[in-house]
Each structure stands twice: as C-alpha cells, then as structure tokens.
C-alpha cells in the first residue's frame, strides 16, 4: 500500500538552529499537509498545500515556519528559528482529492526535539 | 468545550472482550475519520464515515455516526494484544479544497493478554 514518509525521524537541535522537515507525499496526491503532535496533547493541525500554494494556516503556523514543494516529489517544513516549544512530533499527509470526506493518509512522524 | 473530544480518556479490557470508544463533537461536519496510533508512531487511519452515513464496517471495527447527536463511536470487536493503541476521532467540515482534520484528545486503550 502507498505510504506517506518522512525524514528524519527523530532530529535534536539546539534553539534558534534551522530545521527542515522531509515527506514525500503518495504520489499521486495532490493536497499536502502539517500536523504537529507535543507530547501528551492532541494533533493539530498547522497547514495545507495545493497548486504550490499555501491554501490554509493555523495560529501556530506563524512567521517562523515555511513551507515547500521544491521539486515533484518533496514536501519541506522548515522552522527558522526552534525555540524550546517546537518541540514535538510533527506529521506530513496526504490525499489525492480535496473536499467532501477523503481518507487523509499520515507518515510515521518526525520527532523534533528543541534543546 | 472543543471538537471532537474521546470518551473514556483511558480504557482497559480482557482479550477477546469488546471495547467502545466514543466521539463527540461540537459543529457540523462533513466527515469524521478515526485513527490509531501506536506509542510514539504515525497515525494510522481506520474508518472514514461521511456525514450521510450512519454506521460503517471493516474487518472488526464498527463505526457508527449520530449527526443529531454530533457524537461517533468506534467499536472493535474480539480484542487483541495488538489493538493495544491510542485511537482518535478527527472531524472534518471541508466542503471543497483543502481538507482540515480538528482531533480530539484521543483513547488509551490497553488489552491485557
């Protein structure tokens, strides 16, 4: 079955060091997408992606966080500047259509951790 | 109150015993997707049932849907070691484009051989 991955699956920063965050979505999907999970709470989600656009952003998605489609395969989260409280599990998905009810399809995560 | 909150918080059954999670939640949705999610790993998707349905199978879970009531539960059937996980409700009101998934805080559940 086609599977959303995720690189690296684990990464320790010192704060104020630059990360970015790889996926490579399903292939033959076409909307892309950021959760984050802290330890302990609830998913939230953090920003939709389709036609190399930003199409949705949450609150926590501010300044700091940038996001890419820099060729036709990857999908890049980058935070500038990490501060302690990026710490946390962040999640890429996919899905091939948008709109009424498609399966959203998660990677395994990538643990980040903000020193 | 918030989207799509878990009930029990954390539940403990023998194998082979049923186990019945429940969602509620709060605005109008289009569709709510239910989640596994072992310690530490990626989410897994189970079910997704759209906002017109009212119960769905696959293999040993059974997902049931109450729009009066906003509240969906997640039934699985003849428990193993292996359903020990964290499962989530996830709702979501998309209409057209982009879809955006609200969690709730999610079940604990733990099946003891």
């Known amino acids: 079955e086609p599977e959303v991955t995720q690189t690296p699956s684990h990464q320790v920063t010192q704060m104020g060091q630059e990360v970015i965050l790889r996926c490579v979505p399903i292939?033959?999907?076409?909307?892309f997408y950021w959760y984050r999970q802290i330890l302990g709470q609830k998913v939230e989600f953090l920003v939709s992606?389709?036609?190399?656009?930003?199409?949705?952003k949450s609150e926590i998605f501010d300044d700091q966080f940038s996001v890419e489609r820099p060729d036709g395969s990857n999908f890049t989260l980058k935070i500038r500047s990490t501060k302690l409280e990026d710490s946390a599990m962040y999640f890429c998905?996919?899905?091939?259509?948008?709109?009424?009810?498609?399966?959203?399809?998660f990677g395994e995560g990538s643990w980040l951790t903000v020193v | 109150s918030q989207q799509g909150e878990e009930d029990p918080q954390a539940l403990s059954i023998q194998e082979g015993e049923n186990a019945t999670m429940n969602c509620s939640y709060k605005?109008?949705?289009?569709?709510l997707q239910w989640y596994r999610q072992n310690s530490g790993r990626g989410l897994v998707h189970l079910i997704l049932?759209?906002?017109?349905?009212r119960e769905k199978h696959s293999g040993r879970l059974r997902v049931t849907l109450d729009t009066s009531k906003k509240s969906s539960s997640l039934l699985i059937t003849a428990s193993r070691a292996a359903d020990t996980a964290s499962y989530f409700c996830a709702t979501d009101a998309t209409i057209q484009g982009a879809q955006k998934l609200v969690f709730g805080q999610g079940t604990r559940l733990t099946i003891n051989p």
């Open positions: 992606f389709y036609n190399n656009e930003i199409s949705e």
């Open positions: 292939s033959n999907h076409l909307y």
């Open positions: 998905a996919s899905t091939g259509t948008g709109g009424l009810g498609n399966t959203i399809y």
């Open positions: 049932i759209r906002s017109n349905e």
């Open positions: 605005t109008s949705i289009n569709n």
